[in-house]
């Protein structure tokens, strides 16, 4: 973990999602690692903190959420555009080298046996909540976030800081076919 | 409906959401008609399409949605900010005029008995796929996307266009506490 990787309060956590990211999925089982990227992730509650994320039943991440019962869901940066990309169109099954020829390095975070991507502004480390209808009707997981954590110069202090950070920090939103639109300008409304 | 909402092909509508852009839900039902904001929104599938969307107990929206089983999802823009956040902070149990008081005139759409919000970028018409368990315990609801339209000066051709449009015109990603992010610059991952 480097020195700017900072824990998020649990109250705080669904704020690492609410502009509605793309994310990077990964999970560990039996020796094997894996991070996918999922479009389809979207926070569910507050207290304590949830999420559901789309796991198609194709994706080798899947049975290693089903195995373990745990997950990471991480938020990757413009900087990490290409490396997002190819973990969402690269499977382990057909390349083993998948994570190394994708660039992606991954570190650990005490107490939690999860492998979790570096560079990224932020991490949710969650637990499966076991819902086997959504899993096997809709591909649909509920994870509890159990621990979460930002990079210092992307998120601080319960707020992103996009407005100040370099624009390489800025969040990913997929769209189709390799194209993402970057998080763009704060915009703030008055209460009335 | 004015001469610039032009329908969408379903198997392209989860692109209208695949940003992760906060929406306006709006149900009708029993001669009453709400809309409201969500952050938590998410597509699902694409074939048939369908999306989630979180709707709280205290919302007024919600018993017109489990009253009616349809509702609409549709994409606010950067110029509906003030409209986003005033139609997530009243309630029509406190406000009779609330939708007037926030600004809101709605629209139909032949076949669809759905109140559609004015000036949005898109919109979604969707059937409620009744989930009991998931509406009581998650306040999660899964609709399945039987319409879908967009303003063909944000969306055509199965592609947004913020790159070229107005910056009026961008979608609208909430925080917290009355901040939004606009969505920013297309970035787009080269095929190795």
Redesign the interface.
């Known amino acids: 973990m480097t020195s700017n990787v900072a824990p998020v309060p649990l109250e705080k956590a669904t704020?690492l999602l609410?502009?509605?990211?793309?994310v990077l999925v990964s999970a560990r089982h039996a020796g094997e690692d894996n991070v996918m990227a999922a479009?389809?992730?979207?926070?569910?509650?507050y207290t304590p903190p949830?999420l559901?994320v789309?796991l198609d039943k194709m994706t080798r991440t899947r049975p290693l959420v089903e195995g373990s019962g745990i997950f990471a869901i991480q938020v990757p940066t413009?900087a990490q555009?290409?490396l997002?990309?190819?973990v969402g169109?690269r499977s382990l099954h057909d390349d083993a080298d998948k994570l190394a020829n994708c660039g992606v390095k991954l570190f650990g975070i005490d107490g939690h046996d999860l492998p979790f991507v570096s560079g990224c502004s932020a991490w949710l480390a969650c637990k499966l909540i076991p819902e086997k209808?959504?899993q096997q009707i809709?591909?649909?997981f509920?994870g509890e976030i159990v621990g979460a954590w930002a990079d210092t110069r992307a998120f601080e202090n319960g707020?992103?800081k996009?407005e100040t950070a370099d624009p390489a920090w800025?969040s990913?939103?997929?769209?189709?076919g390799?194209?993402?639109?970057?998080?763009?300008?704060?915009?703030?409304?008055?209460?009335?």
């Open positions: 704020r609410n502009h509605g990211p793309t479009a389809w992730a979207c926070a569910l509650d949830k559901t789309v413009a555009m290409q997002t990309f190819d169109h209808h959504n809709y591909d649909l509920i707020h992103w996009f800025r990913l939103h997929y769209v189709a390799g194209q993402f639109y970057a998080t763009g300008e704060s915009l703030v409304a008055p209460s009335k």
